[in-house]
């Protein structure tokens, strides 16, 4: 089996974890009113951060600060970075809709999309399962990704 071209930085996904559980959970404390900006603020990030690297604020935290002052060292492995995006997209569409259930006034909705992200991250930062990559392998497996996207397979 040949290596994989690509290479993942865990340390810089467990940092980014991290942040969304610090994130979700201070808004959840904070309460809907102030909250919900918190919960669009990491939505957004997730988002931006999943359309362009150099936008994920969380995980550039690791990059630049944390790695470079010796705090994490770097924990790369051979693996594509595709099922991690597809996972942080899926965080992002969740806390969106957390973000406008809180503005609508679905108090309860809103909390429960905020709380599945803080849930899975923490599942992901504490065993390092990560549910979306799970639903990105399914969606592979039975061929319902586009193949622009499906297992790297437009780069080879």
Known sequence: ????????????LRTNQAFIVAFTVLAFVLGDAVGR???LFTALVM?????????????QVHQRILRPAGVLRPDVHAEDPMPHQFAQALGSIFLFASFFSLLAGAIAVGWVFNW????????NLTVQFCAGCFVYYQLDRFGLLPKAIASGRAAR
């Open 37 to 39: 900006w918190l919960v």
């Open 47 to 59: 988002a931006l951060g999943t359309a362009h690297p150099a936008f994920a604020l969380f995980k």
């Open 1 to 12: 089996m040949p290596s994989s071209p690509y290479r993942v930085d865990r340390n810089t």
């Open 116 to 123: 599945i992200v803080t849930a899975l991250a923490v599942v």
